[in-house]
């Protein structure tokens, strides 16, 4: 195999114009979503943990606990948007390939502390960058059995921190190498038996993306070698040229993303849509959860082995149908507060998820990847019964989430994290019409940084 030449794509987002509205506004939406994930995220105590030990303070440079920290918090929610399925679609299980957002992310919200830079600018960056981590991850097939964050999410770090800092197109070229020669090849079987490490992988990517732009900058030599070996033969195969580099500025791969509408696995998300739509078809509207006698699911063989009651960790109960569904049918939604530690520990809510039964429905998983379906039936104690199928989740392009939906819930994942005045301002930056606001974004990034500091503090004990 040839060695691959990142130069053209690193050259297209060093000199190309800002990119056209309609892509623009897709950015903004994910910037959105994704900052909302983020402050869900680091309401969680095992976060704060993190930070404490790894320490959160502001350094000149590129602070490893920080951006760690922030990473870990973006996708610790499994809200973490903006992902896209390998365009061959015949991998199984269906894994999305990249996420970049939620690498790119914590590089934003530093650099937006360090300098003077607006909203608009932050925006193009965010969808410069995360252009570059989607190509990478439609561009190769990653390895059966290995996890998403932290392959190519390091790629799209250093694209945000080379465009931040001026670095020209020869620096950013070798960042982009540099970032790539730090995969990190981890298996999809963590999270799915609850392991947390799983988001910590996407802190690291963003940690080592934005470190190499550093890298590059001082002159640190790149191989062109390494990144053709790792994503090419090690890591990914089938690197492609063309699904890189090709049309650059003409197809943008951004706008194949989706974005969650539950803060849970993706492969969960067609039954918690399937049972909205049962709920609204029971008699007077949508049942009181006493009232249900039986949950059946029937969905595609991935989703349906999601079963577990008895989560080891928040993160397991996202991997689990049974406790999503009961989380739904407790809040009417499931935003970053279902599964705080208070919630997760409701008797209702394990009472409720063991009346959940899967199945796998085979025809629904020969379906696949084109579709995810599942089908629910509820069944109350007297008896009464409806039934709704999806074939897909909400949130694909094809059914995009409404602006109002998105906007509710970054409003339920931030909580009081922000106030309500600043998050409300972000809102309309973001989710309003028009360009955004000046500098509303750093004003975010500066109170998120006070709240984390505070919220990850280490307790002192007086000795005696």
Known sequence: MNSFDVSPVASFVTNSPTPPEHVLTVGRLLLLDTLGALAGGLRYPPVQALGRFLGTGYGPAVPCGRTVTLGTAATWLDADSGGSFHPQ???????????????????????????????????????????????????????????????????????????????????????????????????????????????????????????????????????????????????????????????????????????KPYACARWVHPALDALQLTLGRLPGGRAEFREIARIDVETFAF?????????????????????????????????????????????????????????????FSAALPRERPARVRVQLHDGTAATAEVRAARGNPENPLSVGEIVTKFAHNVGELLDPGLRDAVTGSLAGEGPPEAATLRLAANALFTEMQSITKPSITPTP
Not at 147 to 165: F, M, N, T
Not at 303 to 320: E, G, I, K, M
């Open 303 to 363: 989703a349906a082995s999601l079963n577990s009651v008895n989560p080891t960790s928040d993160l397991h109960a996202r991997f689990s149908v049974p406790l999503s569904v009961a989380a739904v049918l407790l809040d009417g939604h499931l935003h970053a507060g279902s599964y705080l530690p208070g919630a997760l520990a409701r008797p209702g809510l394990r009472a409720l998820a063991e009346r959940v039964h899967l199945v796998e429905e085979p025809q």
């Open 89 to 259: 679609g015949a991998r199984l299980p269906p894994v999305p390939t990249a996420h970049p957002a939620p690498h790119v992310l914590p590089v934003l919200l530093h650099e937006a502390t360090r300098q003077s830079v607006t909203d608009e600018e932050l925006v193009r960056v965010f969808v410069l960058a995360c252009e570059t981590g989607m190509r990478f991850g439609v561009g190769t097939t990653l390895r059966p059995g290995l996890h998403p964050h932290g392959i190519h999410g390091p790629v799209a770090a250093a694209v945000a921190a080379c465009l931040l800092r001026g670095h020209d197109a020869r620096t950013t070229a070798r960042a982009m190498e540099l970032a790539a020669s730090l995969p990190l090849a981890a298996t999809l079987a963590v999270p799915m038996a609850g392991g947390t490490v799983r988001n910590v992988w996407t802190g690291l990517g963003a940690y080592y993306g934005a470190s190499a732009a550093g890298w590059a900058a001082s002159g640190l030599p790149s191989s062109a070698e390494v990144l053709t070996d790792l994503y090419g033969v090690s890591v990914c195969t089938d690197l492609s040229a063309e699904e890189v580099g090709g049309e650059l500025g003409t197809r943008w791969r951004i706008l194949d993303s989706y974005l």
